[in-house]
C-alpha cells in the first residue's frame, strides 16, 4: 500500500541554519507529492508540491525534488528563521481509483532558535 | 476572499453527547474532506465527499457521520458512538480535474473538540 515515512523529530536548529527534513514513500503508480506545515493552533498550510519524477517544488525559500529513484521528496532550506518553527508534514497522493486521498507522514516539529 | 472556515474554534462537551463540527467553502471546490489529527501522529482521514449527495468512508469513520447536502457545505457529527472524539478536527477541499482526479487539498484551521 501507499504511505509517507519522515524523520523524526523534533529538530531543533539555530537561526540561519540549513535544514533538510527527510522524506521517503511507498507507491504504486507515480504519485504526486507535498509539503504542508502546520504552525500552532492551525490548520495545515500547502507549502510546495511536485507531482512528477525530477520536478523541483520550491516556495518561500523551501525546496524538494521528486526522486523516484530514491523515493524521497526531502525538504530544505537554506537559512531558516524563527518564524520557520512548526510542523511540517509529507504527504502523497495516487491520482486515479476511488479515492484520491492524501497519505500523510506523521509530521516533523521544527524548533529554530534565536 | 476565499477559503475554508470551520467554526467553533474550541468546542467542549460532555460525554454522550453528539456533536457537529461546521466547514463551510467558498472557493467552489467540488470534494471535501475530514481529517483527525492526535498529538504526535499525521492526519486521518475520516470520511470523503467528491459530489454533492454523495458521500465515502475514510479509515477511520466509525463513530462519525456526515452530510453533503450543498457544495459549500460539509458537517461532520461526531455521535456518542466515538470512543475517543478529543482531537483536533480538520476540515480541506479541492478541485476536480478534467479526468475525474482532484487537485491538491486546502485546509481550514480546524476545530479542537474536547470532550469530559
Known amino acids: 500500500g501507499n504511505s509517507v515515512t519522515q524523520m523524526e523529530g523534533p529538530v531543533t536548529l539555530s537561526e540561519e541554519a540549513f535544514l533538510t527534513i527527510n522524506c521517503t514513500y511507498t507507491a504504486t503508480g507515480y504519485p504526486s507529492l507535498f509539503w504542508y506545515v502546520q504552525y500552532p493552533g492551525e490548520g495545515l498550510q500547502l507549502l510546495l508540491k511536485?507531482?512528477?519524477?525530477?520536478d523541483k517544488g520550491s516556495n518561500k525559500g523551501f525546496e524538494a525534488t521528486y526522486r523516484k529513484e530514491t523515493t524521497s521528496f526531502h525538504l530544505e532550506k537554506g537559512s531558516v528563521q524563527v518564524s520557520d518553527s512548526a510542523v511540517y508534514f509529507c504527504?502523497?497522493?495516487?491520482?486515479?481509483?476511488?479515492?484520491?486521498?492524501?497519505?500523510f507522514g506523521t509530521g516533523t516539529l521544527l524548533a529554530v532558535q534565536p | 476572499d476565499g477559503g475554508i472556515t470551520q467554526s467553533p474554534k474550541y468546542l467542549f462537551r460532555k460525554e454522550g453527547q453528539n456533536v457537529t463540527l461546521s466547514c463551510e467553502q467558498n472557493l467552489n471546490h467540488d470534494a471535501m474532506y475530514w481529517y483527525r489529527q492526535d498529538p504526535g501522529q499525521g492526519l486521518r482521514l475520516i470520511y470523503y465527499s467528491q459530489i454533492v449527495n454523495d458521500f465515502q468512508k475514510g479509515d477511520i469513520a466509525e463513530g462519525y457521520s456526515v452530510s453533503r447536502e450543498k457544495k459549500e457545505s460539509f458537517p461532520l457529527t461526531v455521535t456518542s458512538a466515538q470512543k475517543n472524539p478529543t482531537a483536533f478536527y480538520l476540515c480541506?477541499?479541492?478541485?476536480?480535474?478534467?479526468?475525474?482526479?482532484?487537485?491538491?487539498?486546502?485546509f481550514g484551521p480546524g476545530t479542537r473538540l474536547t470532550v469530559t
Open positions: 480541506a477541499s479541492s478541485i476536480r480535474g478534467a479526468t475525474l482526479s482532484f487537485y491538491e487539498q486546502y
Open positions: 504527504a502523497l497522493m495516487n491520482y486515479g481509483g476511488a479515492t484520491n486521498k492524501l497519505i
Open positions: 511536485a507531482t512528477k519524477a525530477d
